[in-house]
Each structure stands twice: as C-alpha cells, then as structure tokens.
C-alpha cells in the first residue's frame, strides 16, 4: 500500500512537471517593442500640476520594462528620454526588432470645454479637470491592418481584463460625441476602443495597443500615477495581460 501511494505522488508530480514543461514551451518569451509616447520636443498634454506627459509615459515604461524583463520578455524601449522618433520609425524600429507585439503607452487629457483654471499648491496658474478617470485602450481596425485586428482585440482584451483585475477602472469619455472625441468603443467593460487613425498603430506590422494609462489632468489621478507603486501595479498588470495573451494564443 505505501509503494502504491508513492507510486501515485511521483506520477502526479511528473504530470505536474509536465503540464508545466508543455506551456512554457508552447508559450515561448514574447518579443515586446515599448514604445513611450511623445517626446521632449512634442511633449503630449498638460499635467493637472503642469507637468509634460511624456515625463509620464517615460516613467512607467522604464517600470513596465524592468517588469517584463523579469518574465524572460525580450523588450525594446522605443523612444527612450534621449530619442526623437517619428511615429513611423517608431514601427519600422519594431519590425526591424522582429517584435511579436507593439504597446505605446500614453497619458490622457480632456477635450478643453472640461478644463478649469487653478492654481497649483506652488502657487503656478494650470489648468484641470476631476471630471473623468480612468485607463483606455485603443487598437486599428483598418482595412490595411486585417492581419493583425484579431490578435491586436485579443491583446486588447487582455490588458482589460488584467487592468480590471488589478483594481484599475476604464474611462469612456473617449466615447462622447463631441468634437474631438466620438471614438468607437468595442468593449465598455474593459475600455477598448477603435482608433483607426493613429499613426504608431496603423503603421505597426505586428499585433498593436495604445494604452492611456490615466487621466492626469485629473488632480487626484494624477497623484496616484506618480506613485512608484502604482506605476508597479500598472505594470504588473500588463505582465499578467501578456501571460494570457500568449496563453490564448497556443495552437
């Protein structure tokens, strides 16, 4: 009876083994290209405390890459501090990088009807808007693009699940029908819209996101984006996305 038993253990450890031998090798280290939005001279929005976006997305995707790095992810940072791309070399850089997928990451702002003056606790004149919050997902869905719609939704959906799960919110202000916005959301629940004309998406050759991590004209939002710890939720979140990306995608 107890050769028996410990028969069984070591079968259910080799299965274990198994199971866990056959996903790894059925879900190889990704090729990531990071792509951080804007540039020094092109500096995207304005921060509620005045602060230039891509000091933001500069920020996080230096936490996003030293994350998937420890996941064995072979990541290119695209657009670093000291770069300025043109949104086309960006992808070019991609596709030379032979990346398997393409994540651009941004921070958000309002239409200007929603923004309000004030003055910062240094006593600078800025302007806000407390209005709305929230992260967005944007994928291409042009007819030039119909290689990689299926898989850039996939991505999409992944990120929104994991993003949800990590206690983070979508904003669907992107959705409003006023000048400026009027986007196409694909999925509410996870803040997935259709934007077919940005350019880094368009242009990538690989499956593609753009996620507006926040809204920083937000006051309080903008606090918590400029957490290192919520940076690493962020960040940790989309490492999880990646792992059911790959997942899902096994033949």
Same mark, same amino acid.
């Given at each position: 009876?107890?050769?028996?038993?410990?028969?069984?253990?070591?079968?259910?450890?080799?299965?274990?083994?198994?199971?866990?031998?056959?996903?790894?090798?059925?879900?190889?280290?990704?090729?990531?290209?990071?792509?951080?939005?804007?540039?020094?001279?092109?500096?995207?929005?304005?921060?509620?405390?005045?602060?230039?976006?891509?000091?933001?997305?500069?920020?996080?995707?230096?936490?996003?890459?030293?994350?998937?790095?420890?996941?064995?992810?072979?990541?290119?940072?695209?657009? %670093?501090? !000291? *770069?300025?791309?043109? $949104?086309?070399?960006? @992808?070019?850089? /991609?596709?030379?990088?032979? &990346?398997?997928?393409?994540?651009?990451?941004?921070?958000?702002?309002?239409?200007?009807?929603?923004?309000?003056?004030?003055?910062?606790?240094?006593?600078?004149?800025?302007?806000?808007?407390?209005?709305?919050?929230?992260?967005?997902?944007?994928?291409?869905?042009?007819?030039?693009?119909?290689?990689?719609?299926?898989?850039?939704?996939?991505?999409?959906?992944?990120?929104?699940?994991?993003?949800?799960?990590?206690?983070?919110?979508?904003?669907?202000?992107?959705?409003?029908?006023?000048?400026?916005?009027?986007?196409?959301?694909?999925?509410?629940?996870?803040?997935?819209? %259709?934007? !077919? *004309?940005?350019?880094? $998406?368009?242009?990538? @050759?690989?499956? /593609?996101?753009?996620?507006? &991590?926040?809204?920083?004209?937000?006051?309080?939002?903008?606090?918590?984006?400029?957490?290192?710890?919520?940076?690493?939720?962020?960040?940790?979140?989309?490492?999880?996305?990646?792992?059911?990306?790959?997942?899902?995608?096994?033949?």
């Amino acid at each position: 009876m107890q050769n028996r038993k410990l028969t069984g253990v070591v079968l259910m450890l080799l299965l274990v083994h198994g199971l866990a031998g056959s996903v790894q090798a059925a879900c190889p280290a990704l090729r990531i290209a990071l792509d951080v939005g804007h540039s020094q001279a092109r500096p995207g929005a304005r921060s509620a405390s005045g602060l230039p976006e891509v000091e933001f997305n500069v920020a996080l995707a230096e936490v996003v890459a030293a994350q998937l790095r420890t996941q064995d992810y072979t990541v290119l940072s695209i657009n %670093r501090r !000291d *770069e300025q791309l043109s $949104l086309t070399e960006r @992808t070019r850089r /991609a596709a030379a990088f032979k &990346a398997d997928l393409f994540l651009s990451l941004h921070h958000d702002s309002v239409q200007p009807r929603y923004l309000l003056p004030w003055f910062t606790p240094e006593g600078r004149a800025e302007h806000y808007s407390d209005r709305f919050a929230g992260y967005s997902l944007f994928i291409s869905t042009a007819p030039d693009r119909a290689k990689t719609v299926a898989a850039s939704r996939a991505l999409a959906m992944q990120l929104g699940n994991a993003l949800r799960a990590a206690s983070l919110t979508p904003t669907l202000h992107h959705a409003e029908p006023i000048p400026g916005e009027g986007r196409k959301l694909l999925d509410a629940e996870r803040g997935v819209y %259709r934007f !077919d *004309e940005l350019v880094v $998406l368009r242009s990538a @050759t690989m499956p /593609a996101v753009l996620l507006e &991590a926040g809204v920083i004209v937000n006051r309080a939002e903008e606090a918590r984006l400029r957490q290192p710890a919520y940076q690493q939720r962020i960040a940790e979140a989309i490492s999880a996305a990646l792992r059911a990306y790959c997942a899902g995608m096994r033949p």
